[in-house]
C-alpha cells in the first residue's frame, strides 16, 4: 500500500514537473518572438522649426508592452513603439532582446516629460527608470528625441 501510494506521488510530482516546463517553455518562445505590427498613433514633437510627427506602435496588453521593440533589427527614424498606463506608475524598462539603441521618452501624468535616458543600449538588463510615476513612456530610435529637444 505504501509503495504504492509513493508510486502515486512519484508520477504526480513528474506531471506537474512537465506540465510547468512546458508552460515555461512556451512563455519563453512567444516572449522571443517580435510583435506584430501593432495600432499606431501620431506624436508631434518638437517646437518649429525642428517639430515632426512620430508615429508610433501602440503597445497595450500585457505581452506587446513585455516584447516592446525587442527581436526587431530596425525602425524608421521618425517611429517608435508607446507604451500607455491605465494609471501613473513607476516605470522601468530594460534592453534586452533589443537589436539597436533606444532614447526612452517618461512622460508624467500631467503630459510632461519627466525624463529621457539616451541611447539605451541593446542587449543591457540595466533598468532605465523614470524619475516619478508615468503615464506614458515613448521609444524611440536613439537620437532624434535630443534632436527634438525632449
Do not use: C, Y
Not at 518562445?29 to 515632426?52: D, I, Y
Not at 506602435?57 to 513585455?66: D, I, K, M, N, Y
Amino acid at each position: 500500500m505504501r509503495q504504492s501510494l509513493l508510486r502515486v506521488l512519484i508520477a504526480i510530482i513528474g506531471i506537474a514537473t512537465s506540465v510547468a516546463l512546458i508552460l515555461v517553455w512556451s512563455w519563453q518562445a512567444e516572449a522571443s518572438r517580435p510583435n506584430p505590427p501593432l495600432p499606431t498613433a501620431q506624436w508631434l514633437v518638437g517646437s518649429p522649426p525642428l517639430q515632426t510627427i512620430l508615429t508610433l506602435e501602440v503597445a497595450r496588453s500585457p505581452r506587446e508592452q513585455t516584447v516592446g521593440l525587442a527581436h526587431r533589427d530596425h525602425i524608421g527614424l521618425t517611429d517608435g513603439m508607446a507604451f500607455p498606463r491605465a494609471k501613473p506608475i513607476p516605470a522601468a524598462f530594460w534592453m534586452r532582446d533589443m537589436h539597436f539603441p533606444l532614447d526612452l521618452v517618461f512622460v508624467g501624468p500631467a503630459g510632461r516629460v519627466l525624463n529621457v535616458i539616451h541611447s539605451a543600449q541593446p542587449g543591457s538588463d540595466d533598468l532605465q527608470r523614470a524619475t516619478g510615476p508615468t503615464s506614458l513612456v515613448i521609444e524611440v530610435p536613439a537620437g532624434p528625441a535630443q534632436l527634438l529637444g525632449l
